[in-house]
Every structure is written in structure tokens, then in C-alpha cells.
């Protein structure tokens, strides 16, 4: 009797769920998604898994990007638009950036770009970079992201989709358009300021969002990189060993965060408390799914489409300018394991508990730390409270909102002497109070069942089978799209000429600076004898940006003009502990979007227009230089501005001067005089007269006043009687 009731029930249970099903299946359509990315390396693999997938099963409506994280805005935007037009796809929308903001009184304004975390949000697209600054700059961090190693720019195809200013879709418009017309699963695997601001505007919409799946957090994980291993000498420092998050620069003062999340943390409890359905692959499936030495061999051996040639040679170049030996334990499946999971799922009509291929499943109950305890301190750190009567959006005085929030990297508040870092923001933390959401967690990554396999993860056939299958397949690469391109260096012939007073050009890559540059390109060589040119990233453009200084040299035909890559840092900016991050206190006087950082990183979407330069900014790299390892082109390695500045020295004849044209940040000609041999060496050659053309001195800013005591030591320096 008991065994009828029981399959009774089950059977009622599986009506239930076929009513549910067919509702979100549409009627036998294909399930709509949109994908919200960073664009790092392993974002594409998601994308590209998605895209691959049977398109009566499977629709990729449209991609969102965030540019609150690991990558910049120009430089992502392009990429996703060439890996579409490879996979013959520019009927997908793109939606970035926007330029609405959040005002004061808290109203979300309609078109709000996502550059920056809510918490942060003003009117405008500048901002501070209080969570941003976990993210390393430059090489391993957003300079190689933004260039993809420099791979993008070698393989992929050219459409005629880019970047333009005003006709650029923001990410909410397309997140308005395509959740408006219907039932949609959205995938989150960068930072979640997107979706949370979509939510927070369009709580009505709420009910056509069938579920989202979200890479990030960790719940119950224990981080396995940085341990000591069992025969270690005893002068082995465990770091970051057993954390459960991964911020990697950051556990001094914050061991929980993981990436995505501490990205936006109070983006992500608006996404988590929502009320839609939300299915978390964190750390603690990702860490179980390392990609290892077989799989990378595995990988190496299946490369029959382009997607999956591009997705080895990214891969294989992380590898091969990873920081430490540890690649093959501390780089994992995070966003391609997730797309797997979250397909896999969905194939059984996002069944109740979520059975799948890829991974094993539990429901825990979760909340996102945004503030730390003690609550209602109002310590000067939260601006939702700090300040105010009302506390911004109306949060609850004593609430979880209300406490400490992080300020930045070493926030003294975060930082226990002797221990390990308390903050919490970002954690996916496993809490019993009614802040509690409850939310279907991937735990661990399954095996793959065909034990004779040398791949271990059932996953791992299933990337490299879809990425490799012949249908929906990449249509060509840069050099098949291009057939008759060749990478010509072209210099021109200054035979006998007398040449001119030798200059280097030392500017951050804005459109002024261009247009300066061509004038120093058009001068005669007799006059002006441009010798280098060193850019300065920490002004107007982000390190990237570079490419189009090579390409525009390269349609003047001056590819003999070597080019340095200046620090990525203000003076004395970068962290002490892990000097690959550090603050950003006078880059937040810049905008990100409109007019700012967008419009310069795209030469106002005109870059792509340039002729292709063989030069590229490269991770390529070589022991000679402090890498942890040779790259396979060690040659091509990307020169740094000193480096440019000590050869040019060097060529000079007795007694010459050389002039140094400035017209950025004047960082790196403070660095060129702090170098004391360098400074001697001038000296005994020549001297240095130093134009320091110091921006508008304008007392409200903060970039200006770096530019200015950077110009003092210049200018004081060069009017020393030596
Ligand atoms: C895609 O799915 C449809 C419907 O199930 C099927 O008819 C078609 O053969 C599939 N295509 C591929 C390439 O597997
Ligand atoms: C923010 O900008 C919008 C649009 O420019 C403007 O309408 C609004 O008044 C501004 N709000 C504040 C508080 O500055
Ligand atoms: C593009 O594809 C062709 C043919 O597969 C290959 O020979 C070439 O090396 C590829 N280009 C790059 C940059 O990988
Ligand atoms: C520890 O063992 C590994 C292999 O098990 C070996 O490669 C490594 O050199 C050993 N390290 C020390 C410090 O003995
Ligand atoms: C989550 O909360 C629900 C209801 O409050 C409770 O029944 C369940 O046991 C909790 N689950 C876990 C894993 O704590
Ligand atoms: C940078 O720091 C060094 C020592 O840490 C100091 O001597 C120097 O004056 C600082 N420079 C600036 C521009 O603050
Ligand atoms: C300057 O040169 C000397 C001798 O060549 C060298 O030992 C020293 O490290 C150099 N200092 C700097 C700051 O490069």
C-alpha cells in the first residue's frame, strides 16, 4: 500500500515536472541563453562550447560583457565580435558599457554602464577600483586578457562588426531586449554588476528569467594551490593553502572572495536574492577539475576546428607564461566547466536536482557577504551608509549591507597581524539565518566514466569532442580569411640624409597623442629624427592600446621605430606584497566610457581600421628577461620603456642631446632619471633637455597633481648646471 502511494507520488512528481518542463521549453524550441562575460582566457571556452552545441537545442540569444573585471571594454568587445564572425555568427548582439549611472538619491538611471561596482556606482563612468585592485595590470593579468597573449590579433578573422562610438549596444539595452522577448536562462561567469543593475531596474522581468547559472564563489572549498607539499623543508610558507576563496593577490587581507564574486559582491546578493532559481558551479567543483598534463596533451593532439586551434594556443600561452611550475595544479575548468554543467542540466529540463554529466549536486543555503560585522558602524567605508540619513536604496540601517566593506587591497581593517586576512566580501558564505537563499551548488567534478581514458574528468571528452566537432565550425582564421597578407617590416631607406635632432615621443595613448605622433611622423627626418616611442599606460589608454601604435607606425612605414611599454603603475602605486597590482588612485579621474578609456583603447572605434602591423604587443617571453620560463618565441617579447630608452642612449654619438617629447603621465621619464646609472650615463654622453609639457594644472585633480610632481623632478633635474 505504502509503495503505491509512494509511486503515486513520484508519478504526480514527474507530471509536475513535465508541465514545468514544457513552460520552459517553449514548445519543443530551442533553450534561449545569454551569456554574461569578462573575457578571459577560459570565458571563451565557455563561449565557444555554447556556440558549438546544437542550435535546436541550444540558442545563444546574445553577449553581455562585463568591464568590471579582467578585462577592458575596447579590447573585449573586439575580441567577441571576431571569435562571432569566425564562428559565422554576427547575427548574436554584443551589449558593454552605457553610460547612466546611479544617481545620489539612488534612482538606477536607464542605460548604466557596468564599469564599475555598484558599490561604487556614481554618475559617471570614473570611479575607484576598490575590488578591481586584486586584478594583476599588467603581464598575467589584464594587459595579456585584453591582448590574449597577443594571439587574438594573430588568429582570428576580421568582420566588419567593432566597437563604434554611439552605436555600440549597451549591456542593458540587449539584457532589456532579450529578456523582454521571452523565456531565458542567463549564464554569469565574470562579475555580476550587469545582471544585478538589470534586476534592481526591471524587477518585472524577473518572471522571464527561467534560471541563471553563475561561476564563482566558493562555499565549502578548500583553495589547493599554495600549500606545502608533504616532503617540503620546513621553510615552506603555505599561502593561500585551504582558503576557500582564490584571490590570489589578496588573501592577506581577504581569504574568501573569489574573483567573479568579490568583482561586485552587492551585485551578486542582488542576482542570489532575486527569487529566480540560481545554480552556483563554484570553487569547489572548479578545483577538482585542474587542467592537467594529460588533458593539455589530449588537447594539444585535438585541434581539428579553429575554435578549438584558438582555444589551444590561448591555453598553451597561459601555460607557458604562468607565474610559477604550478600550472598544471592551479589552473582549472571555471567557465568552460560551468557552460558544461549548466547545458547538462538543461538538457534534462533544469530537473529539480540538478543531475548531470559533468558534476555532483547538492543544495546548501547561501547568502554573499558584502559588508563584514560589526553592522550599522558607519566607519567611513561604505558609501551606502556613510553620510547619509537615508541609507542609499533604502537598505535596513543594522543589515547586512551595513557593515565594513572592504576599501581596498590592504585595507588595515581586513588585515589581522600575524593571521590571516578577516574580510569576507565576495564570500558564497553557508549561513543558517533567514538571509539565507537556498541554491544548487555543483561540489565536485565527475570522473569520466570510460576508466581507460587518460582524460580523468567526464568533462574533459566532452570539451574537447564539441569544441572539435565539424559542425557549426569556425569558418577561417586571420591568415585564411587574408590569404595574400604577409607580415612585412617597412623601413624606410634614409640613405645619406643628415638626420635630424633625435626625439623620443613618450605618450599614454590618447587621441591627441595620435595626432601628435603623425605630425612627428610627417616632420622631415632631417629636422626630427623620431628615435622610439615609449607609451605610458596609467593615462588615457590601457597597456593594450599599444597594437595601435605599432599599426599606425606600420602605415607610415616606420616599423624601425622601436616601441616601450611603460610601468603600468604610478610612481610608487604598486603593492609591496605582489607588485603585479596595486592602487589606481589617480586613474579614477578618467572615465571608463564615452570619452574616456573606451574611446582611446579603440582610437574612437578607428583602430581597426589601421593595416595589421606584424609588430603586436606579445606575452612572449624569455628567462633572459625574468620570466619563469622561456616561450616559444622568446624573440618577440614586448621591450619595456627603459629598456627602449637605455639602446637609444646608447646609439648616440658623443656629445649629442636627445630630446624627449612628453605628453602623457611623465611616470616613465621619472623612472629614466631615477635610474641612476642610466642619468650617469646621459650625462657623460650629453644631457637631457626635458619638455615637460604638464597637463592642465587643474587643483581639483588628482591625475594632473601626479603629472605635475612627476614634472618637478623632471624639469628640476634638467636644469641642474652639471
Ligand atoms: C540537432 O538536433 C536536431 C533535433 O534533435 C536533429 O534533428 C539534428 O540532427 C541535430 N544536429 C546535429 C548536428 O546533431
Ligand atoms: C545624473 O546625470 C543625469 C543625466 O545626465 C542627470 O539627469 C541627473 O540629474 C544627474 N544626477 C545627479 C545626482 O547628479
Ligand atoms: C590558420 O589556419 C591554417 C590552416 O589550418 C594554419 O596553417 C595557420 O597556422 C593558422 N594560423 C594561425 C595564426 O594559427
Ligand atoms: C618532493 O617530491 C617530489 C616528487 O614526489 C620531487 O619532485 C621533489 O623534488 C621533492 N622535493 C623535495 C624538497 O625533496
Ligand atoms: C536549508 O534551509 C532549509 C529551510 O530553512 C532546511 O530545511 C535545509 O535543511 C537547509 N539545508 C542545509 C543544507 O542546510
Ligand atoms: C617613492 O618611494 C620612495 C621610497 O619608498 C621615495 O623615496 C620616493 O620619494 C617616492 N616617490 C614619490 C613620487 O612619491
Ligand atoms: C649600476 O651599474 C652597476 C655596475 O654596472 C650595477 O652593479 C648596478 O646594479 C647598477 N644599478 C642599477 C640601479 O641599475
Known amino acids: 500500500m505504502l509503495q503505491r502511494y509512494l509511486l503515486a507520488a513520484v508519478v504526480l512528481i514527474n507530471a509536475l515536472e513535465l508541465v514545468r518542463a514544457n513552460l520552459y521549453t517553449d514548445g519543443g524550441k530551442p533553450h534561449r541563453i545569454l551569456l554574461d562575460t569578462d573575457v578571459d582566457t577560459d570565458d571563451f571556452f565557455a563561449l565557444l562550447y555554447l556556440l558549438k552545441l546544437n542550435r535546436s537545442e541550444f540558442e545563444l540569444e546574445a553577449v553581455t560583457i562585463n568591464t568590471n573585471a579582467w578585462t577592458d571594454a575596447g579590447h573585449a ?62 603581464l598575467g593579468g589584464r594587459l595579456d586578457i585584453d591582448s590574449n597573449y597577443g594571439i587574438r590579433k594573430a588568429f582570428l578573422p576580421q568582420g566588419s562588426r567593432r566597437y563604434s562610438p554611439f552605436r555600440q549596444p549597451t549591456s542593458q539595452q540587449v539584457l532589456n531586449e532579450k529578456i523582454s522577448a521571452g523565456p531565458i536562462t542567463i549564464f554569469i561567469i565574470g562579475a555580476h554588476t550587469n545582471i544585478g543593475i538589470f534586476l534592481m531596474r526591471n524587477p518585472h522581468l524577473k518572471k522571464n528569467i527561467q534560471q541563471i547559472y553563475v561561476m564563482g564563489g566558493g562555499v565549502r572549498s578548500k583553495n589547493p594551490t599554495g600549500c606545502c607539499p608533504n616532503n617540503a623543508s620546513s621553510s615552506c610558507q603555505p599561502r593561500q593553502c585551504g582558503n576557500p576563496g582564490n584571490l590570489f593577490t589578496d588573501y592577506t587581507s581577504n581569504p574568501y572572495g573569489e574573483f567573479n564574486i568579490f568583482g561586485d559582491p552587492f551585485a551578486a546578493y542582488q542576482v542570489f536574492h532575486s527569487g529566480i532559481p540560481v545554480t552556483l558551479v563554484p570553487l569547489d567543483a572548479t578545483n577538482t577539475i585542474p587542467i592537467n598534463e594529460n588533458f593539455f596533451k589530449a588537447f594539444e593532439q585535438n585541434q581539428h576546428t579553429y ?81 547619509r540619513k537615508v541609507p542609499k536604496f533604502n537598505l535596513e540601517k543594522e543589515g547586512v549591507h551595513s557593515g565594513h566593506v572592504q576599501t581596498g587591497l590592504r585595507d588595515p581593517f581586513c588585515i589581522v597581524q600575524n593571521g590571516r586576512g578577516r574580510c569576507k566580501d565576495g564570500y558564497t558564505e553557508e549561513v543558517t539565518s533567514s538571509d539565507a537563499v537556498r541554491v544548487l551548488v555543483a561540489t565536485r567534478a565527475k570522473p569520466n566514466p570510460d576508466s581507460n581514458s587518460i582524460l580523468d574528468r567526464a568533462y574533459f571528452k566532452s570539451f574537447l569532442d564539441v569544441l572539435n566537432h565539424p559542425h557549426q565550425t569556425g569558418r577561417f582564421n586571420f591568415t585564411m580569411q587574408f590569404p595574400h597578407y604577409k607580415e612585412v617590416f617597412y623601413k624606410p631607406d634614409l640613405g645619406t640624409k643628415r638626420l635630424g635632432k633625435p626625439v623620443v615621443f ?42 595601435i601604435v605599432y599599426d599606425l607606425l606600420h602605415m607610415m612605414g616606420r616599423d624601425d621605430i622601436p616601441v616601450g611599454l611603460g610601468d603600468v603603475f604610478a610612481m610608487n602605486q604598486s603593492d609591496p606584497l605582489f607588485s603585479a597590482v596595486g592602487d589606481c588612485k589617480y586613474l579614477k579621474v578618467i572615465p571608463h566610457g564615452n570619452g574616456g578609456l573606451l574611446d582611446s583603447d579603440t582610437l574612437y572605434g578607428l583602430a581597426r581600421d589601421l593595416p595589421r602591423s606584424p609588430r603586436r604587443y606579445t606575452a612572449e617571453n624569455s628567462v633572459k628577461y625574468g620570466a619563469p620560463r622561456d616561450t616559444d618565441h622568446p624573440e618577440l617579447r614586448q621591450p619595456l620603456a627603459l629598456e627602449i630608452w637605455e639602446s637609444i642612449v646608447r646609439t648616440l654619438d658623443p656629445g649629442s642631446k636627445i630630446t624627449i617629447l612628453t605628453s602623457g603621465p611623465l611616470t616613465s621619464l621619472a623612472k629614466i632619471i631615477q635610474n641612476e646609472n642610466n642619468t650617469r650615463s646621459v650625462i657623460q654622453v650629453s644631457g637631457l633637455i626635458c619638455y615637460c609639457q604638464v597637463k592642465k594644472l587643474a587643483t581639483d585633480s588628482a591625475y594632473d597633481v601626479s603629472n605635475f610632481i612627476a614634472g618637478c623632478l623632471c624639469c628640476r633635474w634638467t636644469y641642474q648646471p652639471w
Request: one cysteine or more.
Open 506 to 547: 613618450d605618450m599614454d595613448m590618447s587621441a591627441g597623442d595620435f595626432l601628435a605622433l603623425f605630425y612627428l611622423l610627417k616632420v622631415p627626418v632631417e629636422i626630427i629624427n623620431l628615435k622610439a616611442i615609449i607609451v605610458s599606460p596609467i593615462g588615457w589608454a590601457n597597456a593594450a592600446s599599444i597594437d
Open 77 to 138: 568587445v573586439n575580441q567577441i565580435y571576431d571569435i562571432l564572425y569566425m564562428m559565422d555568427r554576427d547575427d548574436i548582439p554584443v551589449g558593454m558599457g552605457g553610460e547612466g549611472g546611479i544617481t545620489e538619491a539612488g534612482d538606477v538611471l536607464p542605460d548604466v554602464g557596468g564599469y564599475l561596482p555598484i558599490v561604487e556606482q556614481g554618475n559617471a563612468t570614473a570611479g575607484g577600483c576598490r575590488y578591481r585592485q586584486a586584478i594583476p595590470v599588467g
Open 307 to 387: 575554435e578549438a586551434q584558438y582555444c589551444f594556443q590561448s591555453l598553451k600561452m597561459a601555460r607557458d607564461t604562468w607565474f610559477d611550475d604550478q600550472f598544471y595544479t592551479s589552473y582549472f575548468m571555471w567557465d568552460s566547466f560551468t557552460s558544461g554543467v549548466a547545458v547538462s542540466i538543461m538538457r534534462t529540463l533544469h530537473n529539480q536536482n540538478g543531475e548531470n554529466e559533468f558534476a555532483e549536486m547538492e543544495y546548501m543555503n547561501i547568502t554573499v557577504v558584502t559588508s563584514n560585522e560589526p553592522y550599522g558602524i558607519n566607519d567611513g567605508s561604505n558609501p551606502f551608509f556613510d553620510d
